[in-house]
């Protein structure tokens, strides 16, 4: 069974920093697009990340960008986040997402796997 196992959540003060990694399991993932979602308290999950197959392509969501990094290690399968100068706002259950399609796409119809989610909380 695929399964998106997600890690590197935690607990973080403002302004510091954290790194998420999603390595699937299963089958690889190289020729996926991957993405990134979040979903805080009593919100909808909105897209954070995105990049393509090759890691030539990448999408921010605007709140992310110059602050957040996507990239992805094809020889390892492994996709990441890594998250600067972060914010309370940030605080949220970051998921992975993988797309057949090998694009970044912005929507969640366009991922066919999730993983269950990390959790990141920013304290102020």
């Known amino acids: 069974q695929v399964q998106l196992v997600e890690s590197g959540g935690g607990l973080v003060q403002a302004g510091g920093s954290l790194r998420l990694s999603c390595a699937p399991s299963g089958r690889t993932f190289i020729d996926y697009g991957m993405g990134w979602f979040r979903q805080a308290p009593g919100k909808e999950r909105e897209f954070v990340a995105g990049?393509?197959?090759?890691?030539?392509?990448?999408y921010y969501a605007d709140s992310v960008k110059g602050r957040f990094t996507i990239s992805r290690a094809n020889a390892k399968n492994t996709v990441y986040l890594q998250m600067n100068s972060l914010k309370p706002e940030d605080t949220a259950v970051y998921y992975c997402a993988a797309a057949s399609s090998g694009r970044a796409t912005f929507a969640e119809v366009g991922y066919e796997y999730w993983g269950q989610g990390t959790q990141v909380t920013v304290s102020s």
């Open positions: 990049i393509n197959w090759s890691g030539g392509i990448t």
